[in-house]
């Protein structure tokens, strides 16, 4: 059977990818509200097992391809990714089928966990980075599946391109002041030298409050690794603190996880967090895949004071507990 394409992948087309590639018919089947990249769908298929399609809009090939190769590359070195059941990136939409992890996403749980589990969660997150940067480096930085296309010279730039998309998607939704992008760039420039003399070192940038899968207490497994970044591990880190700074979420968490990866929580942590506050920022009004991010004005305000704090503590030489980065 030939599977035929929507324009936009919807439940139809997991259904019928389902019932091509595994002979079973989904009985239950819903899309998980995020993802920026690709739809995905949670399944529970009628002989009882439970499946994740995750299917690519054409503009996104690319990443559902590299997701395939990173599986492939990380899994037999141990890190916790589901196994891949069934692959068609040949296909218009491209799609893998994957096995469903026991759990839920940290960010729905980490509140409810106990200071022990989060930590035992934290140091298993920690494993997977230091798997990860052993990998190879090309001596290039940011976002990319394979070393040598990672597409900047520098670390710094990378920072400074992050920085061009926030200004510009908060320009185009004129709910915040262009100024606070500013702001942080001037403290990026202040500490290029440093940031320059960073290796490009392979980490998973996306095991935040989402992707990382979590049940009973432990870490079940982690997802969407659609591919690499290049450059200061402290990165991640430091966009979970963010999610957790804005969710009033336990930060205590980050501090388990630079204390299992033998990091110090010093201005970099501070820095990077408030580069990605004014990411945070700029996704108010923007639309992800369908899915519209809210916006409110005691939400953009919180923002801004959180952005304050970190900016002062980014131009500190002296390290500061994490928890002093939370407003309360």
């Avoid at 900047?152 to 100024?179: C, G, K, N, T, Y």
């Avoid at 957790?244 to 980050?254: A, C, M």
């Avoid at 923002?303 to 002062?312: D, E, H, P, S, V």
Wanted: charged share 20%; glycine share 6%.
């Amino acid at each position: 059977m030939t599977i035929h394409p929507p324009q936009t992948p919807d439940a139809a087309l997991a259904r019928a990818i389902v019932a091509e590639t595994l002979g079973a018919e989904a009985i239950v089947l819903e899309r998980f509200a995020t993802g920026n990249h690709h739809y995905v769908y949670d399944c529970r298929l009628q002989d009882g097992r439970a499946v994740v399609v995750r299917i690519a809009d054409p503009r996104n090939r690319a990443f559902m391809v590299a997701a395939a190769e990173c599986s492939d590359l990380l899994r037999p070195l141990g890190v916790p990714l589901p196994a891949i059941l069934a692959r068609g990136l040949a296909d218009a939409r491209a799609y893998l089928v994957l096995a469903r992890l026991p759990g839920t996403d940290l960010g729905h749980v980490i509140g409810a966990l106990s200071r022990a589990e989060r930590a035992g969660i934290a140091a298993d997150v920690a494993r997977a980075d230091a798997i990860a940067a052993a990998l190879p480096s090309a001596g290039r930085y940011g976002f990319a599946a394979r070393p040598e296309a990672a597409p900047h010279p520098s670390w710094s730039a990378v920072l400074h391109a992050s920085l061009d998309r926030s200004r510009r998607r908060i320009a185009q939704a004129e709910l915040m002041d262009v100024a606070c992008v500013e702001r942080v760039r001037t403290a990026v420039r202040a500490r290029a030298a440093a940031l320059d003399a960073q290796p490009a070192t392979c980490f998973l940038h996306d095991t935040t409050t989402k992707n990382v899968i979590v049940h009973l207490g432990r870490l079940s497994g982690i997802v969407d690794v659609d591919d690499f970044c290049y450059g200061d591990p402290l990165f991640v880190p430091a966009l979970t603190l963010m999610s957790l700074l804005n969710t009033r979420g336990p930060v205590d968490y980050v501090a388990a996880w630079l204390d299992a990866a033998g990091v110090p929580a010093d201005w970099r942590l501070a820095l990077y967090t408030a580069l990605f506050c004014v990411d945070f920022m700029a996704e108010h009004g923007q639309t992800f895949n369908g899915n519209v991010k809210p916006s409110r004005p005691e939400d953009r305000a919180r923002l801004a004071a959180i952005l304050a704090r970190l900016l002062a503590a980014a131009g500190s030489d002296h390290s500061a507990p994490i928890a002093s980065l939370a407003l309360d």
